[in-house]
Every structure is written in C-alpha cells, then in structure tokens.
C-alpha cells in the first residue's frame, strides 16, 4: 500500500497543475500569444499524469493507469513545453512548423501507447519502470520525447542569457522566465537525487509538484505582467459607474456657473421685451 502522504502529494500535485493549466489558458484566451497555448497543453498533460499518479497510488496500478500515466508524464508533455520556449527564442515561423511535427508525435505517441504489449506484469504497489515493463518503441518516444525537448528547453535558456549579456536584446524578464523553465524541468528529472534519502515513489511526486511550480513561475515572469482579470473588471464596474456618476462639489461649481450664464441672457432679454 502507498503511503498516505505519497497518496496526497499525489493529489496535490493534480490540484495545482490544474489550477496552473486553467490559469495559463486564461492568459492565452486574453492575449492569444502561442507561447502560452504550448504550455497550457502541457501543463494539461502534467495534471493528466499528475491525476494517473495520483489513482496508482491510491487505488493501486494496472496497465490503463500505467499507459496513462507514462504517455502523459514521460513522453508528450515536455514536448509541448519545449514548444513554447521556441516560440518566445525564436519566433511564429519556426514555432509553427515544430508545433505540426509536435502533433504528428503526439498522436503517434497516443496509438502506439493505446496498443503497446506488456512484457512484464505491472506491479500493483509500487510505480512501475518504463524499461521493466514495455518494449523498444514506448520507451524511444520518451527517450525523443522528454531528452531531446529538454535540451531545446537548456538551449533556449542558454540562448536568452546570452542575447541578454552581449547585447541586451531580451527583457530581463524573459530572461529570468527561460531560466526558471530550465530549472522546472531539471527538478522533473532530477527525482533519482532524492530517491535515496525519501524512497523511488515520494522521490517523484515531490519534483512533479516542485517542479510544476516553478514551471508556472516561469510562465508568469516569461510574459511579463499579466492583463487585468476580465471578472475584476466586470465586478469593479458597478463601483465605477456609481463614482462617475455621483456628483462632486467642482462638478456642481462647475454647473451653477454654467447654468448662470447661459440663462442670464436670456432671461434679461424676456424681462426687456416686457
């Protein structure tokens, strides 16, 4: 049985990526910036794999939790969050052409992981290895998937640093942004650090919500300050048109003068003609 706390580790870790991947899709909706419709569809498989996880430990593993869990955690989701730092180092062109390659991968990966054989029994109460229990091709979609998008993404935050330090040609905020997804993904992969100290299992969860949280940082320093909340200002509205509305003393000042001299004529014109 896992233990309690892997078991809400877990659930948090579903909790918050889901927090973040509404959050970020809201930022696209409002801005429509490509960046952030990538990493709103990985943070989307992140809380897929977080939620897979999360069932595993809780109700115990089976291979459609482990097929799950492994096409969302190990093989899709770090592409697409590569995908969004192309777009922000290198521009729409490119990042168009990659986002096609990326979802030809990405419905490849869903078939391949939809009918991929079993070479092994997936243990019930621990988190199975992908190398113990599937064959060549599963286990070379992650190798592309989660290596190769995770040096784009080291690239990328080399690349911005660089353009920072020579030429000033990035915003100190993209900059720090870049580098904070860096190390979002380094946290990702660095679970075989802990795995010594907490055990294979909590090690894991622990870097998945670490490391979604500093993704999310990333994010949010990345595009700069976010656009005003459209449900802040419908609510601030009423309070608005109630302060424009009420008069003030200049206002009233302001009127009386005007009243005065615009009737003042006119009334002294009435007077004389009777």
Do not use: K
């Not at 090690?203 to 949280?213: E, P, R």
């Amino acid at each position: 049985m896992t233990p309690t706390l892997d078991r809400a580790l877990a659930a948090a870790a579903t909790l918050v990526a889901a927090a973040f991947t509404l959050a970020t899709w809201e930022r696209w909706r409002l801005r429509r910036r490509p960046q952030e419709l990538a990493w709103s569809v990985s943070l989307a498989w992140f809380t897929v794999g977080a939620g897979a996880l999360w069932w595993g430990f809780a109700r115990g593993w089976s291979t459609a939790s482990f097929r799950t869990f492994y096409l969302a955690g190990a093989i899709v989701n770090v592409p697409w969050l590569a995908l969004g730092t192309v777009y922000l180092q290198w521009g729409a062109r490119i990042g168009d052409r990659v986002r096609t390659a990326l979802i030809a991968l990405t419905g490849l990966a869903c078939g391949v992981m939809a009918e991929a054989p079993f070479r092994a029994v997936v243990p019930r109460d621990t988190l199975p290895e992908g190398r113990a229990v599937f064959g060549v091709w599963p286990r070379a979609l992650a190798a592309v998937g989660s290596g190769v998008a995770a040096i784009v993404i080291f690239v990328g935050a080399v690349w911005s640093v660089v353009g920072f330090v020579r030429r000033r040609s990035a915003p100190a905020h993209r900059v720090v942004g870049t580098v904070l997804i860096a190390l979002g993904t380094a946290i990702l992969s660095g679970s075989g650090a802990l795995a010594g100290r907490v055990g294979a299992d909590r090690a894991f969860v622990l870097t998945l919500l670490v490391g979604v949280v500093v993704l999310f940082a990333g994010f949010l320093s990345a595009n700069g300050a976010p656009p005003r909340p459209q449900l802040a200002v419908i609510l601030e509205a009423p309070h608005r048109i109630a302060r424009d509305a009420a008069p003030g003393p200049s206002t009233d000042a302001s009127a009386g003068s005007s009243t005065d001299s615009s009737t003042g004529p006119l009334t002294q014109s009435s007077q004389t003609t009777t």
